[in-house]
């Protein structure tokens, strides 16, 4: 116990640094940008900014990220509720009753509603981290190659389990992440594998560029071809504040949200997302006014944001502990410690405490930053709801472009970029989500040399990963998930979820 | 004969049998070991079967299921996009940072066809401008502000 407060006051004082400050707002305040404006989100932004990363401190650049992660849930209340538009994947729910208490003149209130509960969250949230991370770091220690093995499958089970789009085209992705993730040398031999005479591609493919690639250049496509229409709410915003009315029923919600969002963002493929969806299900069923949600209920403006915030926080449990990216923008984020040098996995506590706990004390701070960011500076986002796409989406461009070339100062990842803008336009139209090929890819390595091992120790024998109690257990835990999906009666139910958000 | 109704699942079943057969081709010269000691080829070999496998179950399973077809390819943002970072890629080493900005930019911004000229360059001035400061000169990129054969 004393351990973790130890450790969370010397990350406390890191994350206070004035450098490590200066980029938790940075973060927090594209953050709040990207969530605020519609066609550009934080996987993209993340994918961007990598390239820059390599030229700051580990532990700058991650509070950067980070802030940039639980920062655009915030922002993207803010055009949910103003203009009906989800900023973000997880607003979507916001825009049901949030934007319906806009509309009867309480946008301030809603805002207000928004911002606190995602402070609420997010302090929950920290704490949660700082007390579950180490013990699920030291369990994760004494793991073997089979039980690594058994736990990377579980976790892209997970993320194809929750993907949209079909099961079998997701599992496509996933495997074709693993694929990509073979090109370049052999690590055990130094043979070259499917670089095609490129020397430039004897490291692999650069993972900055596929991930630039399909997420900003392929989204750039896609959004270019649909016209855009955006109706913000005239009027007033009312006081940003709330009634003690709200507050008493505001707080219940935005209690058990919390609760929500922290259990399901430590599950391998969790995060913000799912977990706002879950909370406006459940705050729906427990209501005594069910008929009220659609309307301007404030529970279910409150349980949601709370629970995306803390999704999206402890989503970075499993990468913490671990070294599973739970979700895409995790990956990103795994990609990031890569390119530092800093092997994610359950070692880092040890190895690098300064930067397991800076990262997590970080986001308290981070927090009380975009509370003041998103409430008193409300008018600033709400003129920038009204820029059109066409004068940012040129930005993303040119940013993918030189970020891209930042990598070997040379126009070869420049190539991987657009070809995989193409692939990623093209997967849009095949409705295929990114996520398992990234999240694949960047485990590839990991998963065929823990395979190698596990085939070694047992001499070729593949019952290992059954034979194991930990593998075997995790091994179970994926094949429930995806009986769970493909069973009738739960695979309506998830379509149906899919469908409702579009 | 049976008409494919799933025409979505069809393309992508057929894109990964196509990048299962290209992976096979590209690693037949490789040594596959066996599963104890696993050579380099192993792992991409059992990844490309899997691939077509996955691509022939899409492939046969859009036979059977409902109409769905894949939203038209609009050519306009497609062409204009792809156009912007081929320039840029072969642009940047020839003709300096600024002048490759305000190419890829403009060509970019031409994909939208909410696009007017006078924005277009304006921003793509701006972007020009803006990147060298950033990029030059806040972070130390090292590329030419000037196109190759100025001075």
Redesign the interface.
Known sequence: MFDVLGGFWSGLMAASQPENLLYCFAGALVGTLIGVLPGIGPVTAVALLLP?TF?LQPLAALIMLAGIYYGAQYGGSTTAILARLPGENSSIVTCLDGFEMARRGRAGPALATAALASLFAGVFATFFIALFAPPLASVALMFGPAEYFSLMVLGLVAVLVLASG?L??A??MA??G??LS?IGM?V??G?P??T?GFFELSEGLDFVAVAMGVYA?GD??SN??T??GRAVIKGGLGRLWITMDDLRQGLPAAFRGTIIGSMLGILPGGGAMISSFASYAVEKKLSRTPEKFGTGAIQGLAGPEAANNAGAQTSFIPLLTLGIPSNAIIALMAGAMLIQGIQPGPQVMHTDPILFWGLIASMLIGNAMLVVINLPLIGVWVSLLKV????F???V??FS??GA??LT???FP??I??IF??LG??FA????EPAPLLLAFILGPLV?EN??RA??LS??D?SIFVTRPISASLLAVALLLLLAVILPGIRKRRDEAFREAQ | MIRPRNRKDLSFGIFLIVVGIGGLLAIRNLNMGSILRMGPGWMPRALCFLLLLIGAALGARSFFMGEERVTAVQARPVIFTILSVVFFALGLPLLGLPLTVFGTVLLAAFGDYETRLIEALGLAVLLAVGCALIFVEGLGMTVNLLPVGLF
């Open positions: 820059i030229h079909s079998l085209s599992l496509g495997v074709l693993l694929f073979t052999d055990n031999t043979t594998r499917m095609m250049i750039v496509m270019l071809e016209r855009e059109p796409y066409r004068l989406f040129p930005a461009v040119i472009c030189i070339y930042s100062n040379s126009s420049v190539y970029l657009l803008g193409v336009y093209a139209k095949w409705q295929c065929e395979l190698r085939m070694l001499r070729g593949p």
